[in-house]
């Protein structure tokens, strides 16, 4: 049984740091590109970054380059999401998923498994 569990959410101020984590299980990690996306409050769910199997490869939206980083330890099964100089914009439950074939896509649609979200709350 596949299992993406994330964690690391929580409440931050503006301009704050925050690290997400997601720990993948039951899958061979290697062959998998993962992705975070997140859906704010009355919004449509939407794509922040992703990184291929080995990590040579990673995308970003606009909204967040130069502020988030992705990286992961395929050692750890386990993507990250560094987020530096947080906005209110940036609050979201935000997801990881993993699609098989290692790519790094940008589309919801290329997602096989998906985990339960985290909660990330910025305040002014």
């Known amino acids: 049984q596949v299992q993406l569990v994330e964690s690391g959410g929580g409440l931050v101020q503006a301009g704050g740091s925050l690290r997400l984590s997601c720990a993948a299980s039951?899958?061979?990690?290697?062959?998998?590109?993962v992705a975070w996306f997140r859906q704010g409050p009355g919004k449509e769910r939407e794509f922040v970054a992703s990184i291929s199997r080995g990590g040579g490869y990673k995308n970003y939206a606009d909204s967040v380059k130069g502020r988030f980083t992705i990286s992961r330890d395929n050692a750890k099964n386990t993507v990250y999401l560094q987020m530096n100089n947080l906005k209110p914009e940036d609050t979201a439950n935000y997801y990881c998923?993993?699609?098989?074939?290692?790519?790094?896509?940008?589309?919801?649609?290329?997602?096989?498994?998906w985990g339960q979200g985290t909660q990330v709350t910025v305040s002014s």
């Open positions: 039951g899958l061979t990690f290697y062959n998998y590109g």
């Open positions: 998923a993993a699609a098989g074939g290692g790519a790094a896509p940008t589309k919801s649609q290329s997602y096989d498994y």
